[in-house]
């Protein structure tokens, strides 16, 4: 009789141990793309065989396994092997894939793995998209129908990303290898970046009835705790760690019963996770003990710092957020910094002061397709008691917000201004 469970038995083994199964394949093998296809067979045959005969003593090493034995199955139907193929078939042999439980895993040999998976994933030859679905796909294990829903795109275009991506690594030969200190120096930006990308689609959903999709988001900050244990030497990885784990902290307060957002100053702080808010602040400690000074998440991690240890709205350090916010526009300068100093600037001295700021914004159009900048400008102008400009910029706030939740929230504001 077919056990139900066992489904579930391989989604969890494959989300935890996913990274793991490729990486050691991709070591195996040499070959990344072959890799991924050949432990997707393996997912594909647990999730006929376990809910039949129950999962095996060591599920991991009987995915391992399975992956080496059509690795050996691939080799032998190409027409024509060449001696590495050759002499990789004879290493694997038909001897131990009897009993996927007699795989041995080392684990340092795996961290290694994984740091590979997470930098060939994230290699800067792959287009942005293509890198957030590769490391997705293969380093966090979600489906390729995972990653359409969360990004509300066609599963085939996912697909395509995921193809596309690994035809390029191929064509580029990209070693399955960790890079060396500098180079990993020179691309760790690159992957935190990508973890970044992937945590904020989730934390603020620009499209769709959701405001925060909480599957993707738990992915990005699992990722950064894997990548802060794997390279603990690097401030800026427990920096970028330090930010997702304070930024999320504030996700059981943000939306009501409804799943309607609740803007910062009417949140209850008392949901806010206390938990997330010391692994935050314990990762931030880090980051300051390095002495080599906060980066770019570093610095965005202490502006969340200062709210998560804020009782209120009123008591918030405005003044040291606005100083935060000066360093971080040096050191990565966005429009984006730019409006959210304009909005410290307002808190700290009022919204005079912060008008200006938000009109050069206006002025160099950088932001002209985003409702953010609008939606800023309105509230200052509604703050100055100049309601029919605070009306006409809230109108295009709405016109451009694609976010369901958010757009009801302007709605309200414009409906409040008739009041």
Request: charged letters at 25%; aromatic letters at 4%; a neutral charge.
């Amino acid at each position: 009789m077919s056990d139900p469970t066992g489904r579930e038995a391989v989604a969890a083994v494959w989300r935890i141990e996913s990274a793991r199964i490729v990486g050691a394949l991709a070591r195996y093998t040499g070959d990344f793309a072959l890799a991924e296809d050949l432990a997707q067979e393996a997912l594909a045959e647990a999730l006929v065989s376990w809910p039949r005969d129950g999962a095996p003593r060591n599920p991991a090493g009987w995915l391992l396994t399975v992956g080496r034995r059509r690795a050996v199955d691939a080799f032998r139907r190409r027409s024509a092997l060449d001696e590495r193929y050759a002499a990789l078939a004879r290493d694997l042999g038909e001897g131990g894939a009897s009993d996927g439980g007699e795989v041995l895993w080392d684990p340092d040999q795996l961290d290694d793995d994984v740091l590979a998976l997470m930098f060939i994933s994230c290699h800067p030859v792959l287009s942005r998209e293509a890198g957030v679905a590769l490391t997705l796909r293969v380093v966090g294990g979600l489906t390729s129908d995972e990653i359409a829903r969360a990004f509300l795109v066609p599963t085939a275009t996912v697909q395509a990303r995921i193809t596309r991506a690994k035809k390029t690594l191929a064509a580029a030969r990209v070693p399955f290898v960790v890079p060396s200190a500098r180079e990993r120096t020179e691309r760790l930006g690159t992957v935190l970046s990508v973890l970044y990308l992937i945590f904020t689609a989730g934390a603020s959903a620009s499209s769709g009835e959701d405001l925060i999709r909480f599957d993707l988001a738990g992915e990005a900050r699992r990722l950064a705790r894997v990548l802060a244990r794997l390279v603990p030497q690097e401030p800026e990885v427990h920096g970028l760690l330090a930010l997702l784990e304070l930024t999320a902290a504030r996700f059981p307060a943000r939306t009501g019963p409804g799943g309607e957002p609740v803007l910062l100053e009417q949140q209850d702080r008392r949901r806010w996770d206390r938990s997330a808010i010391r692994r935050g602040r314990a990762a931030l400690a880090r980051v300051e003990q390095a002495g080599r000074g906060l980066g770019a998440y570093g610095l965005q991690a202490a502006i969340a710092e200062c709210h998560a240890t804020a009782d209120s709205v009123e008591t918030t350090n405005w003044d040291r957020i606005v100083l935060l916010y000066e360093a971080l526009g040096r050191l990565a300068p966005s429009p984006v910094v730019d409006l959210n100093r304009a909005v410290a600037v307002s808190m700290a001295q009022g919204p005079a002061a912060a008008l200006p700021i938000v009109d050069d914004l206006v002025a160099a159009g950088t932001l002209s397709a985003s409702h953010l900048l609008p939606t800023v400008r309105g509230e200052l102008l509604v703050r100055l008691g100049r309601g029919e400009e605070a009306r006409t910029e809230l109108e295009r706030a709405v016109r451009l917000c694609a976010n369901a939740r958010e757009r009801s929230v302007l709605e309200g504001k414009l409906a409040d201004l008739d009041r």
